[in-house]
């Protein structure tokens, strides 16, 4: 198993580092997301060397992405990062905190390299979902493998079952986009899955392309059927 | 000199900040003095390394880097010179002020301590060839130039969240740089 991207959120507050870190690992329980918020004395600010610490713990060997939250932060984040033995190993994103962790931790558990985490970071945001690669229109794609499937979980592809959904996709050699109505999303992001707002009772069309395609309809499938573990 | 201003700078970063700029700058300068007390170091460029270090690690606030770096450079451009003449101060502060700006990225009317320190550099003529007089000269400039930010909306930091109700008040971090620039010059001419 190679290692996955580490992630470190330096926040002002201890509490707010600490929260962004627990919503991040439930979506991507296998990440190691190190908060690091507040002063030495338990006060509001940063602290330049527990984020040195926690750059060094948070490299498992594939380099870590670090989020923010204000500016000073960034600054000491930033410190932190060239005075490492190789910079290069850290990227300091300028994301939106919340959704920058949760999208970086579920690519991060999807085995994705420093560069893509640290993109999928830096394209999640709140109000629109994260970009779907340039594709070709669905009925243009072929060879694909589709699927109608209805999610019979009463909350539908929200945020656990979208998360859930993206790793089970990161696994396998197969490019895979959702659509519900008029909306598509890569699999892959669990944001844009959120923004499709599936609801439970629905159906999703799954269509997958490349080696993995089969297998990869057949676990969404499962996924449903189970009802997301819900 | 930073202990006497802590209320001060609390004052002006309540107004537009988040009131900690006093706090954070007393507990950097405090942990600064401590540490020279304890280990005096032998050159003035480890004097300068080692105040960077100590306010980058206990200062928790943005002046913990930006005066971290501005100390970094300072230090890198004296080198291990024993003693500092006039240029090697001056370029000392440019350094500094190149750290700031690569740090921060702020430029000169954003309301931020680049305000105070670009008019100081400027000022730190070495014309009259003292360190005295090149630093008044600079302390002098610095507090010019944080008066300058009262009327400024801030584009940087804390306060421009503000928007336009950041106008008004003088930003805590020029008037911090001011005043380190003015205990600079009083120990210049102590000496």
Do not use: W
């Not at chain 1, 970009?131 to 656990?160: C, F, S, W």
């Not at chain 2, 971290?68 to 240029?87: I, K, Q, Y």
């Not at chain 2, 944080?146 to 400024?152: E, H, I, K, L, Q």
């Amino acid at each position: 198993m190679t290692a996955r991207v580490g992630l470190v959120v330096v926040s002002h507050s201890d509490m707010l580092a600490n929260g962004v870190a627990e919503l991040a690992t439930q979506m991507a329980p296998d990440t190691t997301v190190i908060p690091v918020g507040g002063t030495e004395e338990g006060g509001l600010g940063t602290d330049y060397n527990a984020v040195v610490e926690a750059l060094t713990d948070a490299d498992a060997g594939a380099g870590v992405v670090v989020l923010y939250d204000l500016g000073s932060a960034k600054m000491t984040a930033e410190m932190a990062v060239e005075s490492a033995d190789d910079p290069t190993r850290y990227a300091v994103v300028d994301a939106p905190l919340v959704e920058g962790a949760v999208a970086a931790a579920v690519a991060a558990q999807g085995g994705a390299t420093l560069a893509d985490v640290a993109t999928t970071a830096e394209g999640a945001s709140g109000e629109t979902p994260a970009p779907t690669p340039q594709r070709p229109a669905l009925h243009l794609v072929p060879d694909a493998t589709t699927a109608e499937v209805l999610l019979t979980n009463e909350v539908g592809l929200h945020a656990r079952p979208a998360a859930l959904l993206a790793r089970t996709v990161a696994e396998l050699d197969a490019d895979v986009t959702i659509r519900y109505g008029t909306e598509e999303a890569n699999a892959a992001s669990v944001l844009a899955l959120m923004g499709l707002s599936a609801p439970g009772g629905k159906s999703i069309t799954v269509v997958a392309t490349g080696k993995d395609a089969a297998e990869a309809v057949r676990r969404i499938e499962e996924l449903a059927e189970r009802g997301f573990d819900d | 000199m930073i202990q006497d201003h802590r209320d001060e700078l609390v004052r002006l970063d309540q107004a537009i900040g988040d009131a900690d700029h006093g706090e954070n700058m007393k507990r950097g300068f405090t942990a600064v003095v401590a540490r020279l007390d304890a280990e005096p170091p032998d050159t003035p460029g480890k004097v300068l390394k080692l105040v960077a270090t100590t306010l980058i690690s206990t200062v928790g606030g943005a002046a913990g880097p930006l005066y971290g770096t501005a100390f970094l450079r300072a230090a890198s451009a004296v080198g291990d010179a024993s003693e500092l003449d006039c240029d090697t101060v001056a370029r000392a502060l440019q350094a500094a002020l190149d750290g700031v700006i690569a740090r921060g990225k702020a430029a000169v009317g954003d309301k931020t301590m680049v305000d105070a320190l670009t008019p100081a550099v400027a000022a730190a003529s070495c014309a009259e060839g003292t360190v005295a007089a090149a630093l008044a000269a600079a302390a002098d400039a610095a507090a010019e130039g944080a008066n300058s930010t009262v009327p400024m909306v801030a584009r940087k930091g804390r306060a421009s969240y503000l928007g336009e109700r950041s106008a008004g008040h003088m930003d805590p971090g020029s008037r911090s740089t001011a005043l380190l620039l003015r205990s600079f010059a009083d120990t210049a001419a102590k000496s």
